[in-house]
C-alpha cells in the first residue's frame, strides 16, 4: 500500500504505489529504498503483453504455409502413397521440410537478435543484452510453436486419397 501522505502523481496513482511494481531494491517516487521482491515494472509488462498475440500470429501464418504446400503438394505424396509410402513416412517428409525452413528462419532471427543488442542495451532493464536464457528460450518456444502449426497440414497430407490425387487435374 502506498505510505501516508503521498502525493499524487501525473499517473492518478499515489507515487509510494508505483514502488509496487518495481523490481527488488527499486526507489520509491519519494526517494526512499523499499525491498519489495522480485516482480515487474510496468515498463516489462506492457512489452510482454502481445506475446501471446505474437505466438498466435507465427502458428497462423506457418500453418497457413505449410497448408499451402501440402495443397501444391497434393499430386507427389498422392503418387507418394499410391507407390507405397507408409503415412508416417509422408508425415515425416512433410514436418521435415517444415523444421528446415524454421531452423533456417531461427538461425537469422538469432544472428538479427544478437547484431541489434549494442543497440538495444539501453532499452533494457535488469537483463543482459546477450541473456543467454532468453536467447535458448525464445527460439525453443517459437520451435514448439511451429512444430505444433505443422502437425495439422502433415496430418491432413497423410489423408490423402492416392486415386483422387492422381485424378486430379
Known amino acids: 500500500a502506498a505510505s501516508r501522505g503521498a502525493r499524487p502523481c501525473r499517473t492518478h496513482f499515489p507515487c509510494g504505489a508505483i514502488a509496487l511494481f518495481l523490481p527488488e531494491g527499486a526507489v520509491r517516487a519519494d526517494g526512499r529504498s523499499r525491498r519489495l521482491g522480485k516482480a515487474f515494472s510496468p515498463e516489462e509488462l506492457g512489452l510482454a503483453a502481445p506475446l501471446p498475440e505474437a505466438l498466435v500470429l507465427a502458428a497462423v501464418g506457418i500453418y497457413g504455409l505449410m497448408s499451402y504446400a501440402v495443397t501444391q503438394r497434393n499430386r507427389e505424396i498422392g503418387i507418394r502413397l499410391a507407390l507405397g509410402a507408409q503415412m508416417r513416412d509422408v508425415l515425416k517428409l512433410v514436418l521435415s521440410k517444415a523444421m528446415l525452413l524454421v531452423l533456417i528462419g531461427t538461425v537469422v532471427g538469432l544472428a538479427s537478435a544478437y547484431a541489434v543488442t549494442r543497440v538495444m542495451s539501453s532499452l533494457l532493464f535488469d537483463v543482459a543484452p546477450t541473456d543467454l536464457a532468453t ?20 496430418r491432413r497430407a497423410t489423408k490423402v486419397d492416392p486415386l483422387v490425387a492422381l485424378r486430379y487435374e
Open 135 to 154: 536467447f535458448i528460450a525464445v527460439p525453443v518456444v517459437l520451435f514448439v510453436v511451429a512444430l505444433l502449426a505443422c502437425f495439422i497440414p502433415a
